[in-house]
């Protein structure tokens, strides 16, 4: 979807070196929140699209403002609340309780931290490049102009534009359709290099070469 | 309330109110805790594996592998996953290695434009700067101005690669070995990899030893 999330280009940002941006999180809280996402995923406690197309539903104005592991916070919450693992009101009962000073309940299971750390070191390798692939190396190809309402893997800043296929990634399903639950048949993913001009026009900048991994439904050739 | 993790909750290492986002993720927490859906074992047990065990100091030693042995670096190149395996790494996030090396003429930068994407089993959790609107809007637009602002300068002649991880690889910088480090052994290179460095927002540089 064209939400926020996709920022790849846009101005009024600021500073990226920033006192503090060298840490990965700053709070407790942070790191717990993460852990949970995962274990909402690997325990199967939610529903509906994963963590990443649901934080990209965030309300525009809500996601700029929410840190990043706030925005994890909200993707668990709406998962689990899809699934009906937890219901409307509980997260803000359990708030009002500990605000009352009630202790925080704990729950050891040695097995669920044994699936979490083997679920951690598991791969999921995409499928080999096909010999059937419609574009190889050297290749120029153009992004397809599109205005996708929900999850997609492919920017608005390379819409429209032409880059040369460096390789074949390999093969797998199109998140578009994947993310949504549906099983469409895998897909070659290119490497595909664009020139700076070409995505941006002239710049102040030397150009330079922007790279991205593009699933075969968004390129026709050019 | 021994567990020391409690503690943190409890304000011991932040002297101040929680905020109402801190609330929430502590009920949260407690919340499935309650109910037996998450340990809380679990959970300790992510923190402390990237806190710990997953973070740069693993890609600093596949970096070092690569700047000592030529045919480990050929391996890196061409089967990533199967060379950061042979020193112990993988896992979530790493699925899809794919390692690119700087030359004299050419200077990678890994960015997701779309979220966050980081090769977590080399480089561990991301920093907040690579999470950041300013870099991901940026890095694509401007790549010279954001390397300034981490006080790297590159030649105008050097072709900057920037690699925006849309799709399912993840990528690691394979940086030059800097000049002036002849004698060092395989510990003492990984020492000056830097995080950055494999982000490419940085160059190793001898003698500056990489801030853990």
Redesign the interface.
């Given at each position: 979807m064209d939400g926020v999330?996709?920022?790849?280009?846009?101005?009024g940002?600021?500073?990226?070196?920033?006192p503090?941006?060298?840490?990965?999180?700053?709070?407790?809280?942070?790191?717990?929140?993460?852990?949970?996402q995962?274990?909402?995923g690997l325990?199967g406690?939610g529903a509906g699209p994963g963590g990443?197309p649901t934080?990209e539903e965030m309300d525009p104005v809500q996601y700029?403002a929410?840190?990043?592991?706030?925005r994890w916070?909200y993707s668990?919450?709406q998962r689990?609340l899809r699934k009906g693992?937890?219901a409307p009101g509980?997260?803000?009962a359990?708030?009002a309780?500990?605000?009352a000073g009630a202790?925080?309940?704990?729950?050891?299971?040695?097995g669920?931290?044994e699936?979490?750390?083997a679920?951690?070191?598991?791969?999921?390798?995409?499928d080999p490049p096909p010999p059937d692939a419609h574009f190889g190396p050297g290749d120029r190809v153009r992004v397809k102009r599109m205005r996708p309402a929900g999850h997609t893997?492919?920017?608005r800043?390379v819409r429209g534009v032409a880059g040369v296929v460096e390789r074949v990634?390999?093969a797998?399903r199109l998140p578009d359709r994947a993310v949504y639950g549906e099983e469409p048949p895998a897909e070659p993913?290119y490497?595909v290099?664009f020139r700076s001009e070409d995505?941006?026009g002239p710049?102040e900048?030397?150009g330079?070469?922007?790279?991205?991994?593009?699933?075969d439904s968004y390129l026709e050739p050019a | 309330m021994s567990d020391a993790h409690e503690h943190h909750h409890d304000g011991h290492h932040h002297p101040r109110p929680a905020s109402e986002v801190e609330l929430r993720a502590r009920a949260l927490e407690a919340l499935l805790a309650e109910r037996g859906l998450v340990s809380t074992d679990a959970i300790d047990a992510v923190v402390e594996l990237y806190e710990h065990d997953v973070g740069p100091q693993n890609g600093a030693q596949v970096v070092a592998g690569a700047w000592v042995d030529d045919a480990y670096r050929e391996r890196l190149l061409s089967r990533p996953n199967e060379a950061i395996a042979e020193l112990g790494f993988g896992g979530a996030e790493g699925d899809n290695m794919v390692v690119v090396a700087n030359t004299a003429d050419v200077h990678n930068v890994i960015v997701c434009t779309l979220c966050s994407c980081y090769p977590w089993p080399v480089l561990g959790l991301p920093p907040s700067w690579y999470k950041s609107s300013p870099y991901r809007a940026r890095v694509v637009a401007e790549p010279r101005a954001v390397l300034r602002e981490f006080g790297l300068e590159l030649r105008d002649d050097v072709e900057i690669r920037v690699w925006d991880s849309s799709g399912e690889v993840r990528y690691l910088v394979l940086p030059m070995r800097p000049a002036g480090t002849d004698g060092y052994g395989e510990d003492e290179l990984a020492a000056i990899v830097t995080r950055n460095s494999m982000i490419g927002t940085a160059v190793p540089v001898a003698g500056e030893a990489a801030v853990a």
């Open positions: 999330h996709d920022m790849g280009g846009m101005h940002f600021g500073a990226v070196v920033e503090g941006s060298e840490v990965p999180y700053h709070e407790r809280w942070e790191p717990r929140i993460f852990a949970i995962m274990l909402v325990e406690l990443r934080r700029l929410a840190s990043y592991y706030e916070l668990a919450e689990l693992t937890i509980d997260v803000e359990m708030m309780r500990l605000e202790t925080p309940p704990q729950h050891r299971d040695p669920m931290a699936r979490m750390r679920g951690l070191a598991s791969e999921y390798p995409m893997r492919c920017p800043y990634q390999g797998d993913v490497s290099a995505l941006l710049s900048e030397p330079w070469t922007v790279l991205l991994d593009l699933w | -």
